[in-house]
């Protein structure tokens, strides 16, 4: 009987023993839907492009922050687009050219000069419609003695520029449709209103150092008036594309859903008084226009008057900010390689636009590592939360930049927040998806990675309202983890969250869109 009492308590004794070791040891994680995707998205970088470029396509992307909206555009369109305008193409530099007039009868036909041939005899030559999309694009693109792939790119828009603005709903319809099938949910697009009355008056005023006294003569001779004419002008674009799309009718089509913005790009390759004059007139808009929701500035950054004047724009920038501090603004910036330029020119261009320009995002940033004390200045970015928008296929086909040679990698690295973005989707012929499954190819990304772009991007978008994501504004690098208090013990993207989110997300249009980011990231995943 000893003996099984004895028995009895050693056996109680291991009991006990296991009972506190099991208690030790943590408890296994469970296998969420999250960490599902992520083995989903690896399975698909083994298996290769093609069955990646499926799984990132059906992935939410939140945003497109820097898309050129005239150079989103595909060759075909603008082809179909220049027969409806009645226009003519030169045979020789497949640029589109004006009619000398229209033949009588109906329909009516363009009577083009001699050499020239109407743009709808395209249709019935197979070789000249071929040769119109390589030249308004960058399809099939060789690089040959006098034509690079940079001045091959930017040329492009010279050669469908001809097209009428009457086209911008439709031109606002096909970048929706194509942002909905990438499932990306929001768009800022650059676009250029009609600045030409303010560039005129600009030139006619001529040239004046003192920036606010020549900012005050703009104004007292008329430049607001082309505010008006720039919101009657996307508020009549915007209608089009929303009944091309049936929205608010019961077959509305997916691109419904696609909340678009712009930005108003000014021209940086001319005359700094007309450069200024637009600038103003950016400012101007985007003050008194909802749906302008900031300023950027465009063309080859490495012309002549670009490189010529960068500081001097810099300059302009920093007196329009301290006028207009509500205006956001995005810079082109660093759109640069060596050899382009001369080495100093590529030593600021950043940091300017930044500490000088007030830029809250920076479009492109290639250069960054060229220029003076780079690692202080990505330290800097990052402490500033200044986002850079990542083009890495235009990098590619305008720079040469690509692989290791591309400062992407060292970005996140530094923790400076980064959104990929199409910049030209019509002329590089390429989607977000494409972009996607680049980056995640080409620098060995993960799931998570690309959710933490997504969220990036729709955190610096510039729509107004606080942010879903109260600590990405503080810590860095973002980690988006705590939620806004009045949504803080709710279901991320739920359909009907409380009265109190309900309430937080109506007065902010960004945590709208955040908040419908983490609902598509919830459908998204319980797919796996």
């Not at 980064?418 to 499954?437: F, K, N, P, Q, W």
Request: glycine share 6%; hydrophobic share 40%; aromatic share 8%.
């Amino acid at each position: 009987m000893s003996r099984f009492f004895q028995f009895a308590k050693t056996a109680a004794t291991i009991v006990v023993f296991l009972s506190v070791v099991a208690s030790a040891q943590p408890e296994p994680k469970l296998d969420t839907h999250e960490q599902r995707t992520a083995r989903a998205m690896l399975a698909a970088v083994q298996a290769g492009p093609l069955e990646l470029h499926a799984f990132l396509e059906l992935m939410p992307k939140g945003a497109d922050l820097h898309n050129h909206l005239t150079g989103s555009i595909f060759a075909e369109n603008f082809i179909a687009e220049a027969v409806s305008d009645h226009l003519c193409v030169n045979p020789a530099s497949y640029t589109l050219v004006k009619p000398v007039g229209l033949s009588r009868g109906i329909p009516a036909h363009p009577v083009c000069s001699a050499g020239d041939v109407p743009v709808e005899q395209d249709y019935r030559n197979s070789q000249l419609y071929d040769d119109l999309i390589d030249a308004f694009s960058m399809r099939a693109f060789v690089a040959r003695e006098g034509d690079s792939a940079h001045d091959h790119f930017f040329n492009s828009f010279s050669k469908f520029g001809l097209v009428s603005d009457a086209h911008t709903g439709e031109w606002l319809d096909e970048v929706a449709r194509s942002t909905a099938k990438d499932n990306t949910q929001y768009l800022e697009l650059m676009m250029t209103p009609d600045f030409g009355h303010g560039s005129d008056l600009g030139a006619k005023l001529g040239w004046n150092p003192n920036l606010e006294q020549f900012r005050q003569a703009l104004l007292s001779h008329g430049l607001r008036e082309g505010v008006e004419e720039a919101r009657q002008a996307i508020e009549s674009a915007e209608k089009q594309r929303l009944a091309a799309e049936h929205c608010a009718q019961p077959d509305a089509m997916p691109a419904c859903k696609v909340e678009t913005k712009f930005l108003f790009q000014v021209l940086r390759g001319f005359p700094p008084e007309r450069v200024f004059a637009q600038m103003v007139l950016g400012f101007e808009v985007a003050s008194s226009v909802p749906d302008v929701v900031g300023v950027n500035i465009v063309m080859p950054e490495d012309g002549r008057i670009s490189m010529r004047d960068y500081h001097l724009q810099m300059q302009m920038f920093d007196l329009l900010h301290h006028d207009y501090p509500k205006v956001h603004l995005s810079l082109h910036a660093g759109e640069l390689a060596p050899g382009l330029v001369p080495p100093d020119g590529l030593r600021f261009h950043i940091r300017e636009a930044v500490e000088l320009g007030h830029a809250q995002r920076i479009g492109h940033g290639v250069d960054v590592m060229y220029e003076d004390h780079p690692h202080q200045l990505l330290h800097e970015l990052a402490q500033k939360h200044v986002l850079v928008e990542i083009n890495l296929t235009s990098n590619d086909l305008i720079l040469g930049i690509r692989g290791e040679e591309h400062p992407f990698p060292i970005y996140r690295r530094y923790g400076v927040p980064v959104a990929l973005s199409t910049d030209d989707a019509g002329v590089s012929r390429i989607t977000l998806t494409h972009e996607y499954v680049r980056a995640a190819a080409t620098y060995h990304l993960t799931y998570a990675d690309l959710k933490q772009m997504a969220r990036e991007s729709l955190e610096h978008s510039f729509l107004p309202g606080k942010s879903l994501w109260p600590e990405a504004e503080s810590s860095t690098p973002e980690q988006f983890t705590r939620v806004a208090p009045a949504c803080a013990h709710e279901k991320l993207g739920a359909q009907k969250p409380s009265a109190s989110c309900t309430a937080f997300l109506d007065r902010s249009q960004r945590a709208q869109q955040q908040w419908e980011l983490e609902s598509r990231f919830h459908a998204f995943e319980a797919r796996y």
